[in-house]
């Protein structure tokens, strides 16, 4: 795409300026010299306290969001792939140890510059304020002020991390792919923010709770909602609830108990709706960009999900795997590895849950597919129902979403190391590259698919690779080749009839739709009209209820109740984002519902089957194509042995070899370190993670 180096560093330049003012806020210079001069040009009858905040730390932000939609846009229309980039070795693991995970050298990089950022602030918040100390209440001695200092600068630094905390959440989001952050990374610095942000809140709290017993005697204090500034007791209640959502956050409480978490995790609609009552509304609008595009972000899900998505067909194989294939709105195009969350109330009424797509856009015109394994409840109770004479199953979806970039597909050769289920999301790309392999301009990487199955009937996966129509019939330039591994088997079994693939086609509902783009094909230029618009028109309600409804009262020296101001901020930015997301999305439905008639009148030929694994007996039976043919021959199953990962890296040739690894944590943390190593220059490495 044309100019995209000056649109970067357009990127780069405001961000720096905003983290340079995060920088400067703690600061005595901030505090002495700028906030005066702000003050001064800045504050109006129409925003009165929140002036510098709004343009300091909400609009540009905002203004980044704006115009990364339209950075996508050109970029999505330019049609252009993601390339080798010279700052490739920035995505080498740096560190491989639990409870971190696989950090990258950039990760690494950043999260030195954030833990940097936290320490520099509260050093300086404290350095400013023992400077002058302000004794809160007559006899109170200097040691009892400090420790009151250090608790309220505690739980200004918990504040910045909430500034961020939202970003990595927001699934639509135009930052994540401008800054190249992928599902699993989101979600890890989402975490990392969580624990970070707790601990300093927990610590901030009970601090003022010793402050307030032990040392002042002043506990009538944790219960005040006061009239003229912030609500102590507001904070209480957001911070209990903030325990309960991090006590049940934790990997072996989520693992276990995952409803728990789950129900438990969604009180973070009250924990910031009391945690604005406890910062007030000069901070808020430190936080506000992150939480304004969530709820975008999250209205919108809302909006496509309430209607009911075509199920098509779903095949379901003995290892208790089944792929489900929905109708799909040809326009909707996604990359390899996109993510789909799929809801089906007869299994669970509220649960979402999020699968990788399997199918491939260009192979697959007018459907999608995701890959579910049979493993938790969710699961199984769908499994069961799919193997009934159901004939209809009412789903409803959400997605999918992208990941950040698929610049993996430009290696000149690619190695997929999988365990177990961790080969679905090797399935869409395998498809991808064999679309691109019929392509007279696309050059194609070479591959080696490493799966490590546990029993024989686990390799039915393999048949997944091929999806059910549409199939090239010429994939000769298509250069691959399949090790599967058979760890607790040392040798095929004979032949069992139990090892079918059950293939079922489901009847059609009027009321069920293709997946569509919920803003339709020109997503992110919609998305920035809805960014842009919402935001103009919050400040505009924002200037216009401060001017004439607040102003009057204070300028006659009389108190406005300071939670009201809260109440305003938020209900001025639900009622903007509702208004602005719901007209562009009513405007563009009328369109994609033209779409979805002519998709409803389609009729999906897919057959309803009992059919004999192409890998599992593949002298048994005619296969049925040449593709198929071409993948079993070049398939080498080894029974009651293990993948050397190390000796198939070391024999990875070439200069620009993609590694790619999906599986239990063990492999990828195994894989990840072989990668590191100062020999492993030529092996470019990135991990696909199901489990967060």
Known sequence: MKFRAAWQILFLSIFLGYMFFWAMLPTKTYKNIWTPKFTKHLKSTYFLEQSTNLLLFSFPLMLVAALGCVYLHLQKKSDSESSKSHFDFLRRPAV?????????????????????????????????????????TPGETVRQAKFRSVSLRLGYIGNTCMAFLFFPVTRGSSILPLIGLKSESSIKYHIWLGHISTVLFAIHSIGFVIYWWAMTDQMILMVEWSSTYLSNLAGVIAFVISLLMWGTSFDRVRRKMFEL??????????????????????????????????IIDRYLRFLQSRHSTRLVSTRLLPNSTMELTFAKNPGLVYNPTSTLFVHIPSVCRLQWHPFTVSSSSNLDTDKLSVVIKSQGSWTQKLHKQLST?????????????????????????????SGGSGITPFISIIREIIFRSTQSNKKVPKVLLVSAFKNTTDLTMLDLLLPLSGIPTDISKLQIQI????????????????????????????SDSPISAVLGENSWL???????????????LLGFVTRYQIYPVEQRKE???????????????????????SAVFLWQKRQISADQKQIKNVDFHTPTKMSTSSWLSPSDRELESLPCQSLVQSTNVHYGARPDLKRILAECKGSDVGVLVSGPKSMRHEVAKMCSAGSAKNLYFESISFNW
């Open 96 to 136: 491989v140890m639990a409870p971190l995970g696989i950090v990258s050298v950039l990760e690494l990089a950043f999260a030195a510059m954030f833990i940097a950022l936290l320490i520099w602030s509260l050093a300086n918040y404290l350095y400013v304020s023992f400077e002058h100390l302000h004794m809160h």
């Open 526 to 540: 919609w998305l920035g009209a809805i960014i842009s618009s919402s935001f103009v028109m919050f400040l505009l």
């Open 559 to 581: 108190n406005y109740h300071y939670s009201y101001k809260i109440l305003w901020d938020m209900f001025l930015v639900c009622a903007s984002i509702f208004v602005a997301t």
């Open 261 to 294: 978490f789950f129900y438990t995790h969604h009180l973070y609609i009250l924990y910031v709706f009391f945690y604005m009552f406890h910062v007030g509304v000069a901070y808020l609008c430190l936080i506000l960009p992150g939480i304004f595009l969530f």
């Open 483 to 510: 090790e599967a591994y058979v760890t607790q088997e040392h040798e095929r079994p004979l032949k069992d009839s139990k090892n079918q693939i059950q293939t079922k086609l489901f009847k059609p509902n009027p």
């Open 389 to 417: 004479s159901l004939d209809h199953l009412q789903v409803s979806t959400e997605g999918p979403y992208e990941p950040a970039s698929f610049h993996f597909l430009s290696r000149e050769s690619l190695v997929m190391i």
